[in-house]
């Protein structure tokens, strides 16, 4: 395994470690486990195109891992009611939508890599995650809402993205059969 790919590895395993930080109200603490794993995601890529070590494994691990990393802050913040439950739904719908056009794809021998208006939408979530499990700060001490614009912006980018993916994909559903 290249070293790409454990980075992305090390993101998965900071998943737990994040959660129960996180769940027994250790904010901060757990806010750095969830910034370091998420510069891997930006590590991880910019070792493997540099040093030309791009894989089959990177292209599905590397936006599954962001998403188990990021999904299981939404799902704790929905838990303690942070985020509403509602935004999570539209964002799961999302990435089970784009994983079943790559699943699809996949059978086909075809793998599809994250777009960049997904990249921007894992950028804005790693952003709004911070935000809200430090209740807006640094943005508190001058009273402006960054992590409901954050929160709002990567929800409107997930939609977007979203459209995007199955409209420049829309061929893998129809040699699906469909």
């Known amino acids: 395994m290249n070293l790409p790919?454990?980075?992305?590895?090390?993101?998965?395993?900071?998943?737990?470690?994040?959660?129960?930080?996180?769940m027994m109200g250790h904010n901060i603490i757990a806010t750095i486990v969830f910034i370091l794993a998420s510069l891997t995601d930006m590590l991880d890529g910019q070792i493997a195109r540099k040093r030309g070590l791009v894989t089959n494994f990177g292209k599905i691990m590397d936006p599954l891992a962001d998403k188990i990393l990021v999904y299981s802050a939404f799902i704790?913040?929905?838990?303690?009611?942070?985020?509403?439950?509602?935004?999570?739904?539209?964002?799961?719908?999302?990435?089970?939508?784009v994983s079943g056009l790559r699943t699809v794809?996949?059978?086909?021998?075809?793998?599809?890599a994250a777009g960049k208006t997904g990249k921007l939408k894992t950028i804005l979530q790693m952003i709004a995650v911070p935000l809200l499990l430090l209740n807006n700060w640094p943005?508190?001490?001058?009273?402006?809402?960054g992590d409901q614009i954050f929160l709002w912006?990567?929800?409107?980018?997930t939609i977007i993205s979203g459209v995007e993916y199955v409209y420049e994909n829309r061929g893998v559903f129809l040699k699906g059969g469909i």
């Open 153 to 157: 912006a990567q929800l409107i980018m």
């Open 76 to 97: 704790c913040m929905v838990q303690i009611g942070i985020v509403p439950g509602w935004m999570l739904v539209i964002i799961l719908f999302r990435e089970f939508i």
């Open 5 to 22: 790919n454990k980075l992305t590895m090390a993101r998965i395993l900071a998943v737990p470690v994040f959660i129960v930080l996180y």
């Open 139 to 145: 943005f508190s001490y001058i009273g402006i809402p």
């Open 105 to 112: 794809a996949a059978a086909d021998g075809t793998v599809i």
